[in-house]
């Protein structure tokens, strides 16, 4: 358990900071506010200053002197993760890495670029556009790629191009002593030693400040066939995703969005989607290659009642479709106001899916709670977004124990706590349960790293 | 550094192992040699016992044990491995998995399995081909999916499937105090902490033993497609191979055979291939894909001076083809009796694969080194087998000295030391130039995991 720095060690920190960052650092209270707390249930807390920092070098600095007085660091990117990640229970200092927004390189003929950790995934695929190359991962937000890889995430194209995990070829990284290590090579592959990259992809900023990602990057496809499809329930969208999967058609995109979350879409996007279960679907490929794939799922589909299919070719109208599916959660909040969102992520095998789905969405109604659902079903991975009146006692503690039957009921399936935003805080009692011994190994690797437990304390395996 | 295990702490541990294990531990002189020594020019040093095991409790014991003495553990699959990595310089046991040999789950809708370590890879896909599923990462040996697993393998498929990195989904380890922890879920992916299965996956037996792994499974194509092309230059073949990735094709397989090694193959595998540069090809798909994609691949191998197409649909040819390369290493090396091999494995952009290749076979030739060329070129990897006279101090010299200089030409490439076979022992000397500041960390995991030292000690980022 770590405990507070000193406050005598802070001050010291803040004058030191200030004379490297000069009004770079920022101790305001709005800031510091905006610093701390995200938009979910999870307990937001301040830190005491925050460095909007340019440079690999500023980082270092900062880190350095943080170590000299036991003072925390949490980094943060665009603040748009949901377990709690970038508060500060300890204090400390909150690095912004927005300033961090350079594209250093891309190697078009290796398929691989190396960013700035403030870069956002939007601004890469604006940057990349005209060389014919995108880069695949798409959690909702426009986060930054530096986030992305400290939580892993993943987002609607994972079927078909992995998560950050599969993605990215190495970090820049300041440990926790302010030194820099540069993990990863451009090869493809390696054998070369203990990976690394994959233990930094996910630390959520507890073993390292990334400042720099290296990704492999992809060729737009030359056709691109998006569309959806309703059907008569979710666990019919389940069951065609499961033998969609199961039959190896190489899927890019296949969303699942329930009645409560068309209608959120319909009135927060302006769009007029039919108001049942739907998959929403993308294809990738040749243009033989994709209308092959359209006819496969089609047939699939119609097995399991599908029907108003509705396929759209054109950039502009796939855009407005994919726009309106990652702005998801923001629909459905914009509907609730005053209430608070508690968004799960469970993932299971896909063999599961239809079950755990069906299960959940029979306990939340005998619980009375409003929980729109969505899903990157192709992955077994669905979310669904519970409301809640903080005010209301009794709706809080009836919300909070459907939360922990619903991960308890994919961990029993064989699944995880969360398959794509990460522990932070809010996530950190279920490990246990999860990993079982291997934990302890986790907590020997941060312990290893940050002997002072100063890189982003209390999130993810702290102890 | 480690030290060997006082002469009476492995005495009494053998003794203490043989009251478990009875007649399946071996202290006889031949067993212990062919469990210390390598096919290469790697030293061997023989174990003082040979523990042949059954069970993930039985691995239990004999760590617990090797841990109450400090002697140390060295894993053992099917010892075809390359970089010395299961020779036991400081003495200790070898624990022989191969008794490991159940396929403990296939759950074909999941597309996963769970194995014992001593599974090999081609006793899985026998198992898995009724189902119509098959495992795809192949190096040339029939090895173990444990031993696999422990040095990060890849082979032939790895363009389109991905080495064992990406299809592990966990493991089952015996760790250094004898706890046994399991990595991983059957989720498809997770963010819940960090990623121990990925740092299992290539730690060479130095964290622990790993007696079960969880592997994604694929389905047998519909159509497959394998053939042979030839090229005027071995450049030709490197440069037709960088524009079929970077075009995207999703080719299985492609790899680079030169003179040297089609003669070998005409000569060893009875085949009657033409005596050119060649590449060997895969693709996987529908039928109407890989006839495109073969389209597609020709029209590109043309531009190059592709020609000598030569197509194999049945299973029967292109097994022929395919064991003909997976027996590369054989092929050459009774061609050239009396003589030791060392083989590269050097990985590098693939923008940079045509100039690394041609400058090595210039180097080569120039040394008067006989080193036939066998590449998985889609990923950037390419072997040279070297063979020299280990009695012969020049050429021995002569041969370390051009090895180095391949290596140093990779890694200023962008590249790696190894691509697929591990560091072993034989690599450890190129760590530091490879990692950096980033080669403490690594060891900072691998003392936090075995502080005794006792895990395959002497090998991998072992200080």
Chains 1, 2 share one sequence.
Not at 7 to 12: D, F
Not at 154 to 163: C, Q
Not at 248 to 272: C, M, Q, T, Y
Not at 414 to 435: D, F, I, M, Q, W
Request: glycine letters at 10%; proline letters at 5%; one cysteine or more.
């Amino acid at each position: 358990m770590t405990t507070p720095a000193p406050k005598n060690s802070t001050t010291q920190t803040i004058a030191r900071l200030r004379d490297i960052l000069g009004d770079r650092l920022s101790t305001a209270e709005a800031v510091r506010q905006q610093h701390g707390k995200d938009q979910t249930w999870n307990p937001g807390a301040p830190p005491d200053a925050v460095a909007f920092v340019q440079t690999t070098k500023e980082v270092q600095q900062i880190v350095s002197i943080c170590a000299d007085h036991s003072v925390p660091v949490i980094p943060y990117g665009t603040g748009t993760s949901l377990e709690g990640h970038f508060s500060a229970p300890y204090g400390g200092i909150s690095i912004d890495l927005n300033g961090l927004n350079h594209i250093l390189e891309v190697n078009s003929e290796d398929l691989d670029c190396r960013v700035e950790a403030g870069v956002t995934r939007k601004a890469l695929n604006a940057h990349l556009r005209d060389q014919g190359l995108f880069f695949p991962i798409d959690p909702g937000a426009d986060a930054s790629l530096g986030g992305m890889t400290a939580t892993r995430a993943s987002g609607t194209n994972a079927v078909r191009y992995g998560t950050m995990k599969d993605n990215v070829l190495g970090v820049t990284a300041v440990m926790a002593n302010g030194e820099v290590i540069r993990t990863g090579t451009r090869a493809r592959k390696s054998s070369a030693g203990y990976d690394l990259t994959r233990l930094m992809v996910g630390s959520e900023g507890t073993l390292g400040v990334i400042t720099e990602v290296a990704l492999k990057l992809y060729g737009i496809p030359e056709s691109i066939r998006a569309g959806v499809c309703t059907f008569p329930s979710v666990e019919a969208c389940c069951k065609t995703t499961m033998q969609t999967i199961q039959l190896g058609i190489p899927i890019a995109r296949i969303e699942l969005v329930d009645v409560e979350h068309i209608k959120a879409f319909n009135s927060h996007s302006k769009l007029s989607l039919v108001e049942a279960p739907t998959l929403f679907l993308e294809f990738h490929g040749t243009e033989a290659g994709t209308r092959e794939q359209t006819e496969m799922f089609a047939a699939i589909a119609e097995e399991h009642g599908g029907s108003n299919f509705s396929w759209a070719s054109k950039e502009e109208d796939r855009t407005k479709l994919w726009q309106a599916r990652h702005d998801a959660f923001w629909a459905t909040k914009n509907l609730m106001p005053g209430k608070e969102p508690i968004v799960t992520d469970l993932c299971v095998p896909i063999s599961r899916l239809a079950e755990c789905v069906e299960e959940s969405r029979k306990d939340l109604e005998a619980s009375n709670i409003y929980a729109p659902m969505v899903g990157h079903v192709g992955d077994g991975n669905f979310h669904t977004i519970m409301f809640f009146d903080p005010a209301d006692e009794l709706e809080v503690k009836r919300v909070k124990a459907a939360y922990g039957r619903m991960i308890e009921r994919a961990l029993a399936m064989g699944g995880t706590c969360t398959g794509e935003h990460g522990v932070g805080s809010g996530k950190r009692a279920y490990l246990p349960r999860e990993h079982g011994p291997a934990l302890a190994y986790m907590q020997a690797v941060k312990r290893a790293f940050d002997p002072l437990n100063i890189m982003n304390p209390g999130k993810n395996v702290a102890i």
